[in-house]
Nanobody, 121 residues
């Protein structure tokens, strides 16, 4: 069993900051990458930021310079620090973990339940 648990988010004003955390636990052999995706009403889920275990990051153009993703390899967690938030950042944010799990080392993606971020203008 693998669990992906997100925390953080909520309601903020435009220009403010917020932080999202994601913790992965369970029968994990190793982590390949972890990332944050978001989905606004009527839109498809999109990548916000991802990071691998050597620290290589990837950001959506819309969040470059405002969001920072970091990983704690020991704690199996990833943090998304969001600054200068805009109303367009309003969405449900999902954590995804690309893992090797189980005795055979099967590679699978695991998703969290999502956490709402609402940015008021």
């Amino acid at each position: 069993q693998v669990e992906v648990v997100e925390s953080g988010g909520g309601f903020v004003q435009a220009g403010e900051s917020a932080k999202l955390s994601c913790l992965v636990s369970g029968n994990i052999l190793s982590i390949n990458t972890m990332g944050w995706y978001r989905q606004a009403p009527g839109n498809e889920r999109e990548l916000v930021a991802s990071i691998n275990t050597v620290g290589r990051t990837n950001y959506a153009d819309s969040v470059k310079g405002r969001f920072t993703i970091s990983m704690d390899n020991v704690k199996n967690s990833v943090l998304l620090q969001m600054t200068s938030l805009k109303p367009d950042d309003t969405a449900v944010y999902y954590c995804k973990a690309d893992l090797l799990v189980g005795g055979w080392g099967i590679r699978r993606d695991y998703w969290g339940q999502g956490t709402q971020v609402t940015v008021a203008s």
